[in-house]
Nanobody, 117 residues
């Protein structure tokens, strides 16, 4: 069964940066490389939403709130997905998850991002 483990979350002040990592295990490199992968987030009391996704070919699609601030990337050889987040705002506070898009595997534990002074 595919397992997803996110890391890199922390508490940072507004304007700060973080780099999130996601390790995808129990999935072959060849299969992983064919999937579109995405970062999602869920803020308290809100539904989970897509932050950004990256296709098998490397095309990035960002949500409006992520454009110009967040960058998703992937390393197929390592079956990992990353999210570089810059210029963080308090409204970016959420638990961040990675997963396949649009059909998801079982969700990992996520990593908490808190943007607060």
């Amino acid at each position: 069964q595919v397992q997803l483990v996110e890391s890199g979350g922390a508490q940072v002040p507004p304007g700060g940066s973080l780099r999130l990592s996601c390790t995808v295990s129990e999935l072959s490199v060849s299969l992983f490389s064919t999937y579109t992968m995405a970062w999602y987030r869920q803020a308290p009391g809100k539904q989970r939403e897509v932050v950004a996704r990256v296709t098998s070919g490397g095309t990035r699609i960002d949500s409006d709130f992520a454009k110009a601030r967040f960058t998703i990337s992937r390393d197929n050889a390592k079956t990992m997905v990353y999210l570089q987040m810059n210029s963080l705002k308090p409204e970016d506070t959420a638990v961040y998850y990675c997963n396949r898009f649009p059909l998801t595997f079982d969700w990992g534990p996520g990593t908490q991002v808190i943007v607060s002074s």
